[in-house]
Structure formats: structure tokens, C-alpha cells
């Protein structure tokens, strides 16, 4: 159990500092996030209006899905700086640009998923949707659904966005095998195992000093 103990909150620290620090930068982009809808929504048109219909099929781009697309692409550039600044800083990086469509390609995952959950919470037919609640009238902002639809769709589909840009955006473009000498593993023990007992304390190094030549 102490071991156990031990390996979550002492060996793993870092990703749990990591982690904190991933939602940190989420929630500011979730504002990022609201304050571009809010501002979109009293700039574009009704939400639940139709944008443009989508070519051979009987389905429409409805207003609500070019304003989160808007936000969204401005989320995830807020987002990807500061991650890469500060979440998965690292002594190496690629370029800008490099780094950053891995990012906005696991975004577009996290995306699409969330339009389609968008979808179900806004369209009336849903048997999800907001607007059946007499809550939803889109009275007041803390009353319309597209917010409150916004928020919920962001939150379900952020783990999706930790897990695969930890794994992926900011470990493997670094050059991982361009340069395997320089390769420092983003999940690394806080202390050498071999260096601690089974409650976390460090001990001292008991190994042999060599025998210097001569000696």
C-alpha cells in the first residue's frame, strides 16, 4: 500500500503537476472560448438560423456550428501557446508550426466530437437538447442554451485533448528520433527508485566508491 502510495503522489508527481497545469491552461481557454461565442452571437446572425446547407445531403450548417468553429479556432491557438510554453515546456523545440498542427489536428478530434454534441444539445428534435428545460429561453446569457451547450461540450472533450497532445503532439515532434541523445521521457521518476525506501525517504547512495588506479 505504501508503495503503491508512494508511486501516485511521489513517482508521478510530475503528471500530476502536469496535469494541473494542462487545466489551468484549459480553463482560461474555455473563457477564450466564451467570450469569442458571445461576441459572434451578437455579431452573426440567430444561432439556430441556417448558415449554408451542406452540399448532396439533407443536412445544414446552422450558425451555432460557424460561431463555435470560430471560437474554437481561437481557443486553440490561446491553448497551444501556453502549453507549449509552460504545460510541456521542454529544452527542445521544433518550429511554431511544427508543433502546432499536431495540435490543431488532436483539436479537430476533440472538435468534432464536440459538434456533434453541440448538435444534440441545441436541435429541438434531440432528446438531449437544452430547449426543451423552460430554463433555456435565451432570455438572458446565463439563460441561452448556446453557452450552456458550449460549456458542456468543452468540458467532455478535454480529456481527449490531454491524453493524446501528452503522448504525442509535444513528446514525439520534438525529434525524438533525430536526437535520442537528447531524449528526456516527459514521465520520469521524481527521485532514483533504487534510492528510496518502501515510505518515499531518500537514502544515501550505498554503493562502493571505486578504487581510484594505485590505490
Known sequence: MKRAAHYVFVRQRHNWLQFLRFGLVGGSGVLVNLIV??????LLPPYL????????TDFNVRWYHVITTIAFLVANTWNFQLNRSWT????KHAS???????????????YVVGQVLLTLLL??????????FPFFDDSTGLRTA????????IVLTMPINY????VWTFRAVRGRKKHP?????MVAAAVAPELVDEDGNELQDRRRPETPPGG
Not at 123 to 132: A, E, F, G, N, W
Not at 163 to 166: D, E, G, S, Y
Open 37 to 42: 461565442t458571445v461576441i459572434c452571437k451578437k
Open 49 to 56: 438560423s441556417i448558415a449554408f446547407p451542406l452540399p448532396v
Open 88 to 91: 510541456f515546456k521542454s529544452g
Open 96 to 110: 511554431w508550426w511544427r508543433e502546432f498542427f499536431p495540435f490543431l489536428a488532436v483539436g479537430m478530434v476533440a
Open 123 to 132: 436541435k429541438d428534435t434531440s432528446p438531449v437538447s437544452l430547449h426543451q
Open 146 to 153: 448556446l453557452y450552456w451547450a458550449t460549456l458542456i461540450q
Open 163 to 166: 491524453v493524446v497532445n501528452k
Open 181 to 185: 541523445e537528447h531524449d528526456l521521457p
